[in-house]
């Protein structure tokens, strides 16, 4: 069984959590960089707005071909209580996906918004079976009980 762990992360937290994934599921990771340069201010000024608008952000890898797993996870940071503009991109860049079952989760500072259920619809339209999905905020990034939530989405998948 094997896991595409896919994920955006500009301060590290999504990072974290998909690397817990990793570990906990011997998963392999897929980090999406998006090619767009924001500073401190602009992350917030235009790509918050980006974000709100469900806009796309060039992203490297451009394709993510997922056939060869079994289930796969999307992680994304929230911004302005949706998901990045690299994230929605992501979806756009999914060969392979169709008919595979997903877990996504989220991390923000204390307000998710819609962010994974626009992220879950987004896949579901792709044909994704999404199982399941949490959301980490910032003091609930090391609770086990959350991590374990995000585990047991993953089923027999998770090699443990
Ligand atoms: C542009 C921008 C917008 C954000 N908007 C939200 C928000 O709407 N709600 C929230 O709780 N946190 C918000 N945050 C905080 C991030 O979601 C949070 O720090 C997240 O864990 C960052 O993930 P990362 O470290 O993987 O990049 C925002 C951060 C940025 C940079």
Redesign the pocket.
């Known amino acids: 069984m094997t896991i595409a762990i896919i994920y955006h992360?500009?301060?590290?937290?999504?990072?974290e959590i998909a690397e817990y994934l990793a570990d906990t599921c011997d998963g392999m990771l897929i980090e999406i960089v998006g090619l767009t340069h924001y500073n401190a201010v602009t992350?917030?000024l235009v790509?918050?707005k980006r974000a709100l608008s469900g806009e796309k952000d060039d992203i490297d890898p451009a394709m993510i071909d997922v056939a060869d797993f079994d289930a796969i996870v999307v992680g994304t940071?929230?911004?302005?209580?949706h998901p990045t503009p690299a994230i929605n991109a992501t979806v756009d860049a999914l060969r392979g996906c169709e008919g595979k079952e997903a877990a996504i989760y989220a991390?923000?500072?204390?307000?998710?918004?819609d962010t994974l259920e626009l992220l879950g619809s987004a896949l579901e339209q792709k044909g994704v079976r999404v199982r399941g999905r949490v959301v980490f905020a910032?003091r609930e990034l090391q609770s086990e009980e959350k991590r374990n939530e995000l585990v047991s989405l993953l089923g027999t998948s998770c090699a443990q």
């Open positions: 992360s500009v301060s590290g937290h999504t990072r992350r917030y790509g918050g940071p929230v911004w302005a209580r991390t923000c500072g204390a307000v998710a918004g910032q």
